[in-house]
């Protein structure tokens, strides 16, 4: 499949998609007439993303794919105002979004919409890029305010990633 004649711009201009993307992400959050809660939104998803990055790299994955699969997790959620079934709607959400900018490949596609489906299913094992994304979550879930208690639903997946980097806790 060749790529789009845009992908194909993008490239030759030297492009970074990732500061594309934080600028949609940015616009769409926009609306969210909360100024406090528009700014924890912001904070959340550049969180995560910088967290995918850094486990990405640590276990070999596209850290690229996996800052956007962070920019767009909870988008969805931020948007509707609502967290019901929000990570499938949000694999949903995403595809539109990526589908509109027209800045990813139909595999890339695929690897970030399945790590955007599956980052709320925090009890199962998915895919490697699936598992980067659920990690960052609770990184930034666990570490935006060490002082607090790490969620119950979280403490398996953080005791791991723990272990993993050398977390002293
Ligand atoms: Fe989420
Ligand atoms: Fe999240």
């Known amino acids: 499949m060749h790529p789009s004649p845009r992908l194909e711009e993008r490239k030759e201009k030297n492009m970074s998609r990732v500061k594309e993307l934080q600028k949609k992400v940015h616009s769409i959050l926009e609306e969210m007439p909360d100024h406090n809660k528009r700014a924890g939104a912001i904070a959340h998803l550049h969180g995560v993303a910088l967290a995918a990055v850094m486990i990405a790299k640590k276990r070999g994955e596209n850290a690229e794919l996996a800052a956007m699969a962070g920019l767009l997790h909870d988008v969805y959620a931020y948007k509707s105002g609502s967290y019901e079934d ?61 002082t607090k208690e790490v969620k119950t639903k979280e403490k398996p997946r953080f005791e791991k990633l723990c272990e993993e980097f050398g977390f002293i806790v």
């Open 86 to 146: 929000h990570a499938h709607k949000g694999a949903d959400m995403a595809r539109e979004i990526l589908t509109e900018m027209d800045i990813v490949t139909k595999d890339e596609m695929d690897v970030i919409c399945s790590a955007v489906y599956h980052h709320d299913s925090k009890a199962d094992v998915d895919g490697a890029m699936d598992e980067v994304l659920k990690d960052a979550d609770v990184i930034h879930h666990s570490f935006s305010d060490p």
